[in-house]
């Protein structure tokens, strides 16, 4: 199965904290780099952060850099996306993606994934 599925959206108040997880198999973590992409409404979808496999060099975009942190748990086959000092900007639906490949546009890779997951909302408001 390469398709990631996500799960940890939800609503969050500004300057809150929020992990996303993404589940993808054992397979793709060896071998696919894993991303982690947005896209609020009347938008187009932006990357986020992404984790390479292998070394596991790790990617943000500028707009996130410092505040959300990209890991990966091997043993549970799992990316995770911690976000602090959520910013109400940050609101949108936040999808998992993997590829055997990647391309760097900003600081983090680019939306051209194959395999994307369902997505889940995440709502930083009062």
């Known amino acids: 199965q390469v398709q990631p599925v996500e799960s940890g959206g939800g609503l969050v108040q500004p300057g809150g904290s929020l992990r996303l997880s993404c589940a993808v198999s054992?397979?793709?973590?060896?071998?696919?780099?894993v991303g982690w992409f947005r896209q609020a409404p009347g938008k187009e979808r932006e990357g986020v952060s992404c984790?390479?496999?292998?070394?596991?060099?790790?990617y943000y975009a500028d707009s996130v850099k410092g505040r959300f942190t990209i890991s990966r748990d091997n043993a549970k086959n799992t990316v995770y996306l911690q976000m602090n000092d959520l910013k109400p900007e940050d609101t949108a639906v936040y999808y998992c993606?993997?590829?055997?490949?990647?391309?760097?546009?900003?600081?983090?890779?680019?939306?051209?994934?194959?395999?994307w997951g369902q997505g889940t909302l995440v709502t930083v408001s009062e």
């Open positions: 054992a397979f793709t973590l060896d071998t696919f780099v």
């Open positions: 993606a993997t590829d055997s490949s990647f391309t760097i546009v900003r600081g983090t890779c680019a939306p051209l994934f194959e395999y």
């Open positions: 984790i390479s496999s292998g070394d596991g060099s790790t």
